[in-house]
Nanobody, 116 residues
């Protein structure tokens, strides 16, 4: 059974930090490209960060560059998103995504709310 389970979301003050975690199981994690997406109410889902199966390749949306860091541990089947300097625009549901064409999997998401 394929599972992507996110955790680490919550309420944080502007300027604060959160570390999101995604635990994967049920598929060959090390072969998959892993991503974090987010979707705010009334907005389209957008990619935040991507990390290749080989760990060395990363991509960040402009909104995440310099503030967020994506990482993975293929031995632990884990992917993380370290988020620093959070602001209200980062308030969203964050979801973990695994992709190896033509297959992809989604987690249920973890809510991040940035508010004072």
């Amino acid at each position: 059974q394929v599972q992507l389970v996110e955790s680490g979301g919550g309420l944080v003050q502007p300027g604060g930090s959160l570390r999101l975690s995604c635990a994967a199981s049920g598929f060959s994690f090390s072969m998959y490209r892993m991503s974090w997406y987010r979707q705010a109410p009334g907005k389209e889902r957008e990619v935040v960060a991507i990390i290749g199966f080989d760990v060395g390749t990363t991509y960040y949306a402009d909104s995440a560059k310099g503030r967020f860091t994506i990482s993975r541990d293929n031995a632990k089947n884990m992917v993380w998103l370290q988020m620093n300097g959070l602001n209200s625009d980062d308030t969203s549901m964050y979801s973990c995504h695994a992709k190896l064409m033509p297959t992809s999997y989604w987690g249920q998401g973890t809510q991040v709310t940035v508010s004072s």
